[in-house]
């Protein structure tokens, strides 16, 4: 029998991740997997990948048959709707990335007894982790998007667990695009009979850095300044929404601003090489609800903008309907349209630079300081135009 499935193309070792740019890396094939053949392992860029376990691997194919970024992406059929909101309540509003559809969404599968499945920040290990949150106080950890790849780990399965241990309680699901993809595709696949007792929620998103080039970054950045990180943000509202502040807080009271690292994120070598191919940078995605900042809101309603924040929200099926109608009293609601709320991640992936294999060569050879210094600074010429336009500004 072994001889036998050894031979058959059919039944080889399953190819996970050959290829960078086709794994998302949502840990679903880790999860899914019978045998426990299936670990996750960093590579040189600091991402996780799965690796097979030859010895122990049944050839079963559940990994591949889970694996969203091998799939034809197959959207639903019902019309997306498109809602701009802004939580009512400003201190909620004020400490969320954007408009607090986040909060507002979870509060009723919290208070109904529900849990929600979601990444927050991890200070002693300085990275985002899932974990799942059955209670407000929790939750709202969870609040402030982090530009780190986060930490899936167990959490399909503890989400799996839960499930089964509350058959009368939904779960939400929220991550980005493709980690929600994963679990849906973990669900469906290991009983497809409680995908109805998820809501699957997933996020508008740029492309996902490196875990490790960050932790990297932290570790320097202690060091330097002398003393542990207790805070971190990249969406502070201090400026306004428009313009968020990225910081650390170092100690009770040393504010760092996260100038540099932030400059790299959007020149966007340090993104995962399966954000440049992304499937889920469309409107018709395979979740309930959509959510993002809902950026352009001050030319299409100025009325309705706020420096506070707002967050788009697209719907996609009856289920992320009724959640959504259930929760609409808490939020401002503007009923909009998709052409008004298209950005570029809703339109295409982000580009990979062309100086990405630099960056990461240099970074090898050179160490973290020094793409910080070549990557992370303002060019001098830009650094003189800026310093020019605030001398007449002020
Ligand atoms: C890496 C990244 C890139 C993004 N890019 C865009 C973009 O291009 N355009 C856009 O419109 N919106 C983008 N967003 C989403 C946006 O920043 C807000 O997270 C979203 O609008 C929700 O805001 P809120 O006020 O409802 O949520 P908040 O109350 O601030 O909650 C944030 C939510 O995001 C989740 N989250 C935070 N960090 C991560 C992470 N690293 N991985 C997975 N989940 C996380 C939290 O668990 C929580 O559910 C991005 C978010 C991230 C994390």
Redesign the pocket.
């Known amino acids: 029998m072994n001889d036998f499935l050894s031979k058959s193309p059919k039944y080889s070792i399953p190819d996970l991740s050959s290829d960078n740019a086709k794994c998302c890396g949502c840990f679903a094939c880790y999860s899914i997997c019978p045998k426990k053949a299936i670990s996750m392992k960093i590579d040189g860029e600091g991402f996780y990948y799965p690796v097979i376990d030859e010895e122990v691997c049944v050839k079963c194919n559940k990994c591949i048959n889970t694996c969203n970024f091998k799939k034809e992406h197959i959207p639903h059929s019902e019309d997306t709707l498109v809602y701009a909101v802004k ?1 009512k309540e400003k201190n ?2 004020v ?12 509060d009723i599968i919290l208070e109904q007894g529900g849990a ?1 499945a ?4 991890d200070y002693k290990v300085k990275i ?1 982790k ?1 974990v799942i949150a059955s209670e407000k106080k929790q939750r709202d950890l ?9 930490y899936i780990g167990d959490i399909f399965l503890d989400a799996y667990g839960w499930i089964i241990n509350n058959p009368d309680k939904d779960l939400l699901f ?3 695009g493709c ?1 929600t993809a994963g679990f849906r595709e973990f669900i469906e696949n290991i009983d497809k009979n409680y995908l109805n007792k998820v809501y699957f ?1 997933d ?7 490196s875990p490790q080039f960050w932790t990297q970054y932290c570790t320097y950045l202690e060091r330097r300044y002398k003393g542990e990180i207790t805070y971190v943000t ?2 502070d509202k201090r400026n306004g929404w428009n313009r968020p502040t990225a910081a650390v807080k170092i100690g009770q009271n040393k504010e760092i601003m996260l100038k540099d690292y932030i400059k790299i994120y959007y020149e966007h070598c340090v993104l995962r090489p399966a954000c440049y191919h992304c499937p889920y940078t469309n409107l018709e995605r395979n979740t309930d609800i959509t ?5 352009g809101i001050e030319k299409v309603n100025p009325e309705f903008h706020s420096e506070k ?1 707002c ?2 929200i697209l719907i996609h099926t009856l289920r992320g309907k009724e959640l959504f109608e259930k929760t609409k009293k808490v939020f401002d609601v503007w009923d909009s349209d998709i052409k008004s709320c298209l ?4 339109c295409h992936p ?1 580009e990979c630079p062309q100086n990405r294999k630099v960056f990461w060569d240099d970074y090898e050879c050179k160490g973290l300081e020094y793409v910080l210094d070549k990557y992370g600074k303002d060019k001098f010429i830009v650094r003189v135009k800026r310093k020019i336009k605030r001398l007449f500004s002020d």
Do not use: E
């Open positions: 939580h909620i509003l400490n969320s990335s954007s408009g607090a559809a986040f909060t507002g969404l979870s929600i979601c990444s927050m920040f985002p899932f969870a609040r402030g998007s982090i530009y780190v790849q986060s929220i991550g980005t980690q929620v996020i508008i998103c740029h492309g996902a850095p990249f969406k959510i993002g900042d809902y950026w924040g967050s788009l950005q570029p991640n809703l982000t």
